[in-house]
């Protein structure tokens, strides 16, 4: 399983970025996936989730502002995020698992990572 992300980069605040995570070797359709981040010097956070079924599932830092799909026919996971916000500045990872819902899994359910892309928010 391989994943790749891409779409990170520098923005200012208010600004909107759509990170891509292509997926090789893994059905992203058929199960959960996740963006995570981490910020320097602080731990990794979930942000959004997909369930095998469409469902989805937002941090509250998050809801409102960032949007998660998927595109089943090019094996493909977004995450979009608008209203950027200079607390939004991390490194984002994609991350699969082999189970469909999300709700209730911690990060070590995830068992495939992809390398990360940075986002930086400037105010």
């Known amino acids: 399983v391989q994943l790749v992300e891409s779409g990170g980069g520098s923005v200012q605040a208010g600004g909107s970025l759509r990170l891509s995570c292509a997926a090789s070797?893994?059905?992203?359709?058929?199960?959960?996936m996740g963006w995570f981040r981490q910020a320097p010097g602080k731990e990794r956070e979930g942000v959004a989730r997909?369930?095998?079924?469409?469902?989805?599932l937002y941090a509250q830092s998050v809801k409102g502002r960032f949007t998660i799909s998927r595109d089943n026919a090019k094996n493909t996971l977004y995450l979009q995020m608008d209203s950027l916000k200079p607390e939004d500045t991390a490194m984002y990872y994609c991350?699969?698992?082999?189970?469909?819902?999300?709700?209730?899994?911690?990060?070590?359910?995830?068992?495939?990572w992809g390398q990360g892309t940075q986002v930086t928010v400037s105010s």
């Open positions: 997909i369930n095998g079924n469409g469902g989805t």
């Open positions: 070797g893994y059905s992203s359709s058929d199960y959960c």
């Open positions: 991350a699969a698992s082999l189970v469909f819902l999300c709700n209730g899994r911690t990060q070590g359910d995830f068992g495939y």
